[in-house]
């Protein structure tokens, strides 16, 4: 399984930008497909995007045109570039390593998680 680090988070205005990464400490990124999940207090946890092994992405209903999700195979870097960002935003985001994204990405997919990453987005 893959062992997972993210990276990039931060305290960003309303409006600003952040770009994620996710990495594997084993080197093994490239084969699997990575999926960016989010969660706030109190909340359930939430879809963000998928991205394939040979770089096709899916995102969530909460993306809005506002995230896109890239990878550097050769650099074993998965990445989230996040828009227009919005207090709702704010949220722990998750890297998740599965074989294939499937239509909903649902986290059952995803076996391995990183330890998530801190986005806070004040108003």
């Known amino acids: 399984q893959a062992r997972l680090v993210e990276s990039g988070g931060g305290l960003v205005q309303s409006g600003g930008s952040l770009r994620l990464s996710c990495e594997d400490r084993?080197?093994?990124?490239?084969?699997?497909?990575i999926a960016w999940f989010r969660q706030a207090p109190g909340r359930e946890r939430e879809r963000v995007s998928c991205i394939s092994r040979d770089g096709r992405p899916i995102y969530g209903e909460i993306v809005n045109g506002r995230f896109t999700t890239s990878r550097d195979n050769a650099k074993d870097l998965v990445y989230l570039q996040m828009n227009s960002l919005k207090p709702e935003d704010t949220a722990v985001y998750f890297c998740?390593?599965?074989?294939?994204?499937?239509?909903?990405?649902?986290?059952?997919?995803?076996?391995?998680w990183g330890q998530g990453t801190q986005v806070t987005v004040s108003a």
């Open positions: 084993l080197s093994m990124l490239g084969s699997y497909s």
């Open positions: 998740a390593a599965g074989q294939r994204c499937y239509t909903d990405f649902g986290p059952e997919h995803f076996p391995s």
